[in-house]
């Protein structure tokens, strides 16, 4: 057999980075290339006793684009807790909506041969984004990494498409379209580089005819529309010659790497992260999460004016693949010398040491 | 004996002209060490945050400074609210004021023993399942738990965060009141603060109790109760009713089953909570990993005591794909019910009054079996799981002199009511007046 004999089958989760002033539970800045660490505060640095405030932009934004792609908005939703442990999420979870998501059952009109086919839209939600690491030296080799939590908590929306694409092309033009509705609502930049915008797709095979689905295959990272082709194209190619010599294949996911080279679609882990759910801000009582607005927040909250200045003592700059052979004390200054240094915040404290 | 100094000046600002900087101007107050204050040391009682120091203040922190608080220091604690003696602290065990052989109850075991021992006049604590309340009845003093959403958690490092409140202890009443007439009310940076109206709550000291109508569930008075708390709290009703109120016998039928669900709900979320102290970015760092998930282990096998690992594994196993719905759905479903109970029961009474304990403060390593340890809070962790406020005030003392508490209950955010009736029957007693003698034996064997 051949690639034709087989009914290419392709879903996508789009990450869009949703173009609001604060971050999805605090009023740091989202602002892009601003040195690590510097838009922190005590809610997205994961602090012990710090606590998510919804941002009530973000739920506008994430209402919006649900209309716009003809979702059943949900007057209930909710936020759940997605634990997994990763140096660069600051909580060891990330905030998410799980089984209540914001929006569901939507429709894209596509680009497709001479004319257009609608693709459904499955369910839209609102997260965080996590950190990100920096590793000295390739990923392999690095002896260290380094934590920048200036992304950790900026508001994502998720849209995940139905397994309705049936080619690379589609899954291209699906992005494009929807990049569109993004950019022409300014809900996000839609700017793939700098990841606005980023795409995992789910792609199968199926022989021709047959309704069930083939095993899935995951590829993350994504970044722009051009890897999307080329990864499904690639992606597609293998599986069916796989198909054709009789193999199993095993659900995965892969990694793209742009680079050209003869493997070009990394395995990337064997099995998904246990992800125990749990009910998020306020699991007694789900309706008293009321989204705020920012500003009234900062105007009855002085101390998170202040915030931004003063995370940049908080320096998170880890080394989480060679910990040092002393505990962290050094960071978290505890004697009367340190408390003095000079900086910004410290002048501008209250207490006065 | 149970504060543990910060070595820092109060944090006061220079008073201005002579005029009072608040309600609480002057008042010496200290803090169960879960509170976030900024430049100061801040451990929830573990050995992961023993140098941790919060870059920030919790909200009622700054309540109570903007108040004219002097915060005198930062009060001993079981791991993160982990206990109900504070003997497992991650640091030593504090003792209780009334006999030093004795635990001070727990989690605020600090917040409590420093309220009876005179060391403060006022303190905050936390109550998850009974950890302001039962030390309160423990050291002979006053402990409120208000409503779930009445005061702020911005800043209190997570136990449980549908269960954990703040609230204050006092010697008296009054002092209670007015501790909470600050730390209460909306904070935008808590959305499950909620803005309902905070009264003058002593201003509503004064009514008295007449014709309140007063339950009294029979659930409460178990089995294995000790004689003696019974009597008092069975006198503190006869107290109340001579003091004008109705009382009447009311059913909570689902309290047996409020404590199976609270160690399942409980840890759960404290096992998602207490994710976050890994290493990575504050807090202790264990040497000698030899990867990242090494490091993680090694930390958090070194940071954590016993018991906070074993309600993080209870937890975790709980949340687990393929058990959550048969635990921790079902868990929440017994939470309804035990809600329901009280509801139904505040349709035909104002108020419910129990004991706080079933027994009096026990001898230290009493308790090593952790069951028989955790039904110590069987009267308590109902009143978290329905979220309503629960007060213990003294309600009388064992014949070798040990405190006694008197629980009453109300209705969500009616903390008005709870505070008048116990005002009225504090009014009526002299339990609260009574000290502690702290001999010369207080304190000794500490580390």
């Given at each position: 057999m051949s690639e034709s004999a087989y009914e290419t089958v392709i879903g996508l989760e789009v990450h869009a980075q949703l173009a609001t002033a604060t971050k999805m539970f605090c009023g740091c800045a989202t602002g892009f290339g601003a040195p690590p660490n510097t838009q922190t505060c005590p809610v997205c640095q994961g602090m012990p006793g710090s606590l998510p405030v919804i941002n009530r932009r973000a739920i506008e934004f994430g209402i919006k684009t649900s209309l716009a792609l003809g979702c059943a908005v949900n007057v209930r939703n909710r936020f759940a807790r997605k634990h997994y442990y990763y140096p660069d999420m600051p909580k060891n979870y990330q905030i998410s909506q799980y089984e209540e998501p914001l929006a569901e059952h939507g429709l894209l009109a596509i680009a497709s041969g001479d004319g257009t086919r609608d693709i459904r839209v499955q369910r839209l939600h609102l997260e965080e984004d996590v950190g990100k690491l920096v590793h000295e030296g390739t990923l392999e080799t690095a002896a260290a990494s380094q934590v920048d939590f200036n992304r950790a908590g900026v508001p994502l929306m998720e849209i995940v498409s139905h397994p309705d694409l049936r080619s690379p092309e589609e899954a291209a033009a699906y992005l494009r379209a929807l990049r569109a509705i993004l950019i022409y609502l300014r809900v996000c930049d839609g700017n793939m580089e700098e990841g606005s915008m980023r795409c995992d797709a789910n792609v199968s095979l199926r022989p021709r005819g047959v309704a069930e689905l083939g095993t899935k295959i995951e590829i993350k990272n994504l970044n722009s529309f051009r890897n999307v082709q080329h990864a499904l194209e690639y992606e597609v190619v293998r599986q069916a010659r796989a198909l054709d010599a009789g193999e199993r294949l095993v659900q995965e996911t892969r990694l793209w790497d742009p680079r050209p080279g003869p493997d070009r679609l990394h395995a990337l882990e064997g099995v998904r992260p246990r992800l125990p759910l749990l009910p998020g801000a306020g699991p007694a009582a789900p309706s008293r999460g009321a989204p705020v607005d920012r500003r009234d927040q900062r105007k009855a909250c002085p101390s998170c004016r202040r915030r931004a200045a003063r995370a940049s003592r908080w320096p998170t700059v880890s080394r989480p693949t060679t910990p040092s052979s002393s505990p962290r004390g050094g960071d978290w200054p505890t004697t009367s010398r340190r408390r003095r240094a000079p900086t910004a915040s410290r002048r501008s404290s209250p207490t006065g040491s | 004996m149970s504060t543990r100094s910060p070595r820092r000046p109060p944090r006061t600002r220079a008073s201005s002209a002579g005029q009072p900087r608040g309600p609480l101007d002057g008042v010496p107050v200290a803090l169960k060490d879960l509170f976030c204050t900024r430049g100061i040391r801040t451990t929830s009682g573990s050995k992961i945050l023993e140098r941790f120091v919060p870059p920030y203040d919790a909200t009622v922190v700054a309540r109570l400074v903007e108040a004219g608080a002097v915060v005198l220091g930062k009060l001993n604690m079981d791991e993160f609210a982990m206990g109900s003696s504070t003997e497992h602290s991650g640091f030593f065990t504090t003792r209780n004021p009334w006999d030093v052989d004795r635990v001070p109850g727990g989690s605020s075991g600090g917040a409590a023993a420093a309220v009876a021992a005179g060391m403060a006049a006022a303190s905050l604590g936390t109550d998850t399942g009974g950890s302001i309340r039962q030390p309160a009845a423990f050291c002979g003093t006053v402990g409120f738990k208000p409503t779930y959403g009445r005061v702020s958690r911005y800043g209190v490092i997570a136990f449980a965060s549908s269960l954990d409140q703040v609230g204050p202890f006092g010697r008296t009443v009054e002092d209670v009141a007015l501790m909470l007439q600050v730390i209460a009310g909306a904070d935008p940076m808590d959305s499950t603060a909620v803005a309902t109206p905070v009264p003058d709550y002593r201003a509503e000291l004064g009514r008295g109790i007449e014709g309140l109508r007063i339950g009294i569930p029979t659930e409460y008075f178990i089995d294995g109760m000790s004689p003696e708390v019974e009597s008092a709290v069975r006198a503190a009703i006869a107290t109340l009713e001579r003091l004008g109120a109705r009382t009447e016998p009311v059913s909570l039928p689902h309290t047996e089953y409020g404590l199976a669900a609270y160690y399942v709900i409980a840890p759960a979320e404290a096992s998602s909570n207490l994710?976050?102290?890994?290493?990575?970015?504050?807090g202790l760092r264990a040497p000698g990993g030899k990867d990242l998930i090494d490091m993680y282990a090694k930390t958090r096998a070194a940071g954590f005591g016993d018991e906070v690992k074993r309600r993080i594994m209870l937890g975790t196993y709980a949340l687990s794909a393929g058990y959550y719905d048969a635990y921790y759905g079902r868990a929440l479903k017994v939470r309804t019910l035990v809600r329901r109970d009280f509801q139904e029961a505040f349709e035909r009474v104002n108020l419910i009054a129990a004991p706080t304990t079933p027994g009096v403060a026990f001898k230290l390593g009493e308790k090593a079996d952790p069951l028989s340890m955790y039904l110590n809070d069987v009267l308590t962790i109902p009143v978290n799981l329905a979220g309503l406020p629960g007060i213990s005030v003294p309600a009388g003392f064992t014949g070798g002199g040990l405190p006694i508490g008197l629980q009453l209950i109300g209705r969500a955010f009616d903390e008005a009511t709870v505070l008048r009736a116990a005002h009225a029957y504090e009014r009526a007693t002299d339990w609260h007046t009574r000290r502690p003698s702290l001999g010369p034996n207080l304190g000794k064997d500490r580390p």
């Open positions: - | 994710a976050r102290y890994d290493g990575v970015k504050y």
